[in-house]
């Protein structure tokens, strides 16, 4: 691998006897790894090891073919580097696991962490997933549709959007655009765009990320800061502003010395020598200045109309528990169901941002029948009675290459193509055909045997 020289120089002069490894490292195939989704049926990998410090993350031998796997599709697992996986403790030490957290992940596409963080504050919490680049909304709605839980809602705006929402948060996450220096030997485009003048264009840009960010933690929440980079100007000179201008105190974590993840004076940083994944730099704040109360109303959007009495059962079939939801229509025609547990926070953030998806999108009311979504086939909370075709391997890769499937003791009607226990997406089931809803952009498009 070539590598510019001016990096190649500064990581020999901050890691002394440390470099040369440091170079065998990245001359080393990556490791592949993924995080199951404890929300899902569990899906065991043949020879997988467990990473340390997150509960769910595991070592693969080798990397298979994800896009071949339904379970991949189905969301049972998100394929995620495994440095990353560390916010998963920082959690833990910081906030705790499996709390009611309102939760910021203001870089969000294309939503691997997102997912953690959602899993980790459990049902009760609210996670608002925001990108800037329009262009990266769709991945990331899909990835967040196929974790299935109730509690997210996704946002398109630029952090200084968000004033309306100062104090709101508890967490807020900001992994931010990088010069990709962790990622090297994983994207080799990485290291030929890599320049110094890049490096301090990308700290800069962070800067400013973080003057929005700061205000959006309430007091004595957490500010999470991360980047896949090693240089100081992107990593701790950030860190150090904050605690300078935001009103935040550097927050100690500790991890065992077997981890091999390395201290700096302000975060901690993963090297692909001293730790199984990638350059991955991690600090946590914690808020000690005061914060202004958020603004905004808690009121549906003034052009949603409530379901009606004749509307619901159409509707509630479809949940194990449907009282636990409030169901609206959008001018469109478009279902939402809001969870009442996190409604306050979801109409808060409909109300303080233009460019917002809230709720769980369940399809649309032909008369009084629900066409329903493909996000809906992948909730986590769906009546477990509903009509279901069981699929082997070679089926359900055949309906996720949107072929039509068809079977004479399949009951007619909706009917959802599961694999393994793991919903894939619905069928309209009729006297001798059915007709496959994926959605095109989610098909497979290679080939089969490929």
């Known amino acids: 691998m070539s590598l510019p020289s001016s990096f190649l120089d500064r990581m020999e002069s901050d890691l002394g006897s440390g470099f040369p490894a440091f170079l065998d490292a990245l001359n080393q195939p990556p490791p592949v790894s993924i995080r199951r989704n404890p929300a899902k049926p569990s899906i065991e990998f043949v020879q997988s090891e467990p990473i340390p410090w997150h509960p769910d993350g595991r070592y693969l031998p080798a990397r298979p073919s994800f896009t071949l796997d339904p379970s991949f599709h189905a969301g049972a697992y998100y394929v995620q580097e495994a440095s990353s996986m560390l916010l998963f403790e920082a959690l833990r030490q910081t906030v705790g696991i499996g709390q009611p957290l309102r939760v910021l992940d203001l870089c969000a596409a294309p939503g691997g962490k997102s997912t953690l963080l959602c899993s980790a504050i459990g049902e009760g919490g609210f996670l608002l997933s925001n990108e800037v680049i329009q262009s990266r909304i769709a991945p990331l709605k899909m990835n967040l549709e196929k974790w299935g839980h109730a509690n997210i809602s996704v946002s398109n705006h630029d952090p200084q959007d968000f004033g309306q929402l100062a104090g709101f948060f508890d967490v807020v996450l900001v992994d931010a655009p990088c010069s990709g220096e962790g990622l090297f030997r994983k994207d080799e485009d990485a290291a030929s765009h890599w320049s110094e003048a890049n490096v301090a264009m990308c700290a800069a840009r962070q800067q400013r990320i973080l003057a929005a960010a700061k205000d959006l933690v309430r007091q004595d929440g957490v500010l999470l800061y991360s980047t896949c980079t090693f240089n100081e100007l992107e990593n701790e000179q950030n860190v150090q502003w904050l605690v300078d201008n935001g009103g935040f105190a550097h927050e100690p974590l500790t991890f065992p010395e077997e981890w091999g993840i390395a201290e700096q004076k302000l975060g901690y940083q993963c090297f692909p020598h001293r730790v199984r994944g990638e350059g991955f730099f991690l600090a946590c704040l914690r808020k000690t200045g005061e914060q202004p109360i958020a603004k905004g109303t808690t009121n549906p959007p003034k052009d949603w109309q409530r379901l009606t009495a004749k509307q619901l059962p159409s509707v509630q079939e479809f949940f194990t528990q449907s009282s636990d939801y409030d169901f609206f229509m959008k001018p469109q025609g478009e279902v939402v169901a809001l969870p009442k ?32 979504s493909h996000g809906l086939a992948l909730f986590n909370g769906l009546h477990a009675d509903l009509p279901k075709a069981d699929l082997t391997k070679e089926e359900a890769l055949l309906f996720l290459k949107k072929e039509n499937l068809w079977k004479p003791d399949w009951l007619r009607g909706w009917t959802l193509a599961t694999y393994e226990g793991l919903p894939l997406g619905w069928m309209k089931v009729l006297y001798n055909r059915s007709n496959n809803y994926l959605p095109m952009d989610w098909r497979i498009r290679m080939a089969l045997n490929g």
């Open 341 to 372: 547990a996190t409604q306050e926070a979801l109409l808060m953030v409909a109300s303080a941002l233009r460019k917002r998806s809230i709720g769980i999108e369940i399809g649309e009311l032909k008369k009084q029948d629900l066409v329903p």
